[in-house]
């Protein structure tokens, strides 16, 4: 067959000569001109042995090569990338050493009349649903025919099943959360997190544990839907956000080092990581030399910045108000005139997602759900905003009609999600699925044993705390409800029965008397600021509110006094008041970032401070 007219199907991928097009299951398949000349040449000669000075002489021609070797490497590298091939195991194109190369696939060719990809997609899909809502075709591309797919609601709990033990997976949604499909994509005893695709849609990066945030945890690739996941970092340090570089060839990843942060890159083929830039954080490309990240400026302030790799041009995009704001990414749209920011506040916890300019001096402002948001990303026309977020202690996929539409929820269910990557063509969605499972285990004379918890432990800013004598244990706990917040619990040791303190109470966090007598606690008021409770723990008495200004960390001190965390709007403070809310005073007169503890007899207190305001690192 000749180049030049007629089509071929091979696999699930098809050929058009005359336009120079490559469709996988109808689909066009995004392929650069020479690299498809070396394809077509191939594909002219099924089954044969190609040698490398033939495809010279019918790509090249008489045209003055150099770099012939390299240039056509990097063809054949991008021919598997396009057709998910890999070199080890190939499926399509096999590599013959000192000989060249051979199409090993079925190559049929295609009658005239037969419109492109028909035998392989059926139907079309109705353009005002496909304008206004994510299609399920995209599954059928991306997921290899033999894979099961599994129905929200029917397969409720094979997904529950998967998800305890951490699966990533790539939604399709459609009209009604009902209809929504999953493609499994990962199929390990632990968990995937943080996914990442690689610009041309072929390449998906993740980070191998139950934690996207800060984990050292390492770093994997796989091609996608079915390629063998490959693990790329031997890097224990602390690490999150996940980039490609625009060619598709490096992984940028941030590393926490301190007294700040810094961007590391790997090769998506394996080898060791370098350092890419010092004191930067969530990298991500606007174009092949502009990077978008986030640097500290002082103490933990990190904000976020525009430059080159050298930091030629740098310029300040975006910094939260408070000094102890962080924030972490910052996602550009398609047309790099915005972005959305995914930030920590003041208290150290995510918050409602920022849509900031790129260009001029607009203002910040909220965006997406009301909630801690922990992800985000664009449509690839900038027409759609999505969010990982948690709303009443569930986080779930949303997304928002940019740049004015109001939030809506896409996914349900005891399930949650963390993490999202957008698909290149808009209609499908990469995310990481599961639940959350917490135990707390005791270890003491007679060996450790697990005690039952009736609910999800929340450890991540109040850890659970042992009374004086070292009979009870006080915890918070969220129960196995949505839209429940923790409540204070406390369990008998030697018997493991427990009971809900303050039933229907929800805390932000608490600290126990020595005598074992009171609890004070924060809560998080409707609408406002947090507020801070006094109460016995036999609860013969109901508690007393001793603040309302946004207190957040309490402890009690050595001599009955409160300490607390408490912010003027740009900076936090330790102070201290008396039981009754009285007798306010700052402990210490500079700032801190966050209280970390107290001593045993509540006589020290450790916090971390800031770097002097103004300094750069």
């Not at 990533?168 to 959360?177: C, D, I, Q, T």
């Not at 209809?179 to 390449?203: H, K, N, V």
């Amino acid at each position: 067959m000749g180049a030049g007219s007629g089509r071929v199907r091979f696999g699930d991928y098809e050929l058009d000569f005359a336009s120079a097009k490559l469709f996988r299951e109808g689909w066009p398949v995004k392929i650069q001109p020479q690299p498809l000349r070396v394809l077509s040449v191939l594909l002219e000669r099924p089954g044969e042995i190609v040698s490398r000075e033939q495809l010279r002489t019918h790509v090249w021609g008489d045209a003055t090569f150099v770099e012939f070797d390299q240039g056509l490497n990097y063809c054949i590298r991008q021919i598997r990338l396009a057709l998910r091939d890999g070199a080890s195991q190939p499926g399509y194109i096999e590599t013959l050493p000192k000989q060249g190369y051979r199409f090993i696939e079925k190559v049929t060719a295609i009658p005239d009349d037969a419109a492109p990809g028909e035998a392989i997609v059926a139907g079309q899909v109705d353009a005002a649903a496909n304008e206004n809502q994510l299609d399920e075709r995209a599954v059928a591309s991306a997921g290899a025919p033999t894979q099961k797919r599994l129905n929200w609601r029917a397969g409720l709990g094979v997904c529950a099943i998967l998800a305890l033990i951490g699966v990533a997976v790539w939604p399709s949604f459609r009209v009604r959360p009902a209809l929504i499909r999953y493609t499994q994509l990962t199929d390990f005893t632990d968990s995937a997190t943080a996914p990442a695709l690689s610009p041309d849609g072929r390449i998906l990066a993740f980070i191998r544990g139950d934690s996207s945030f800060l984990t050292a945890d390492q770093v994997y690739v796989k091609a996608l839907p079915n390629g063998e996941a490959r693990c790329l970092t031997n890097d224990g340090r602390p690490k999150y956000g996940l980039a490609f570089s625009p060619d598709g060839f490096q992984i940028a990843y941030t590393v926490l080092q301190p007294p700040s942060f810094s961007t590391y890159s790997v090769s998506v083929l394996g080898g060791d990581s370098s350092l890419l830039l010092k004191n930067a954080a969530g990298l991500t490309w606007l174009d092949q030399n502009q990077l978008l990240f986030s640097e500290i400026r002082s103490g933990v302030h990190l904000g976020v910045v525009t430059g080159t790799v050298t930091r030629e041009n740098l310029r300040d995009v975006y910094f939260p108000p408070h000094q102890r704001g962080m924030a972490h990414y910052a996602y550009a749209s398609p047309d790099r005139k915005s972005a959305l920011v995914v930030e920590m506040n003041g208290q150290g916890e995510w918050d409602t997602c920022k849509l900031i300019a790129l260009e001029g001096q607009a203002q910040a402002r909220a965006t997406g759900p009301e909630g801690a948001c922990t992800s985000a990303g664009w449509s690839p026309d900038g027409s759609w905003m999505y969010f990982t977020a948690s709303v009443d202690g569930q986080s779930h996929l949303w997304r928002q009609r940019f740049p004015g539409g109001q939030p809506e929820q896409i996914t349900f269910g005891p399930t949650e999600e963390e993490g999202i990557a957008v698909e290149r063509d808009g209609r499908s969605l990469i995310t990481s699925m599961g639940v959350h499972q917490s135990a707390i285990w005791i270890h003491d004379s007679n060996g450790q044993r697990s005690l039952s918890s009736e609910g999800e432990i929340v450890a991540d800013i109040s850890p659970p705390s042992f009374s004086a004598d070292g009979e009870t244990l006080y915890y918070l706990l969220r129960r196995q409800t949505a839209g429940s917040g923790p409540e204070l619990w406390r369990m008998t040791v030697d018997t493991g029965r427990s009971e809900a303190v303050f039933p229907g109470i929800s805390m932000l966090d608490y600290d126990v008397s020595a005598d074992g007598r009171e609890v004070v606690y924060s809560t998080a008021a409707p609408g406002g600021k947090s507020q801070l409770w006094l109460a016995s723990t036999d609860g013969n008495a109901p508690a007393e509110r001793i603040g309302g200004s946004g207190e957040t960390t309490p402890h009690f001190g050595a001599r009955g006094q409160i300490l607390f965390r408490l912010t003027d709007g740009k900076a936090n403070y330790l102070e201290q008041m008396n039981p009754d809310g009285s007798g306010r005073s700052k402990i210490v007169p500079y700032p801190i970032i966050e209280v970390q503890g107290i001593s045993p007899r509540r006589r020290w207190v450790t916090a971390i401070v800031p770097y002097p305001e103004g300094k750069r690192l």
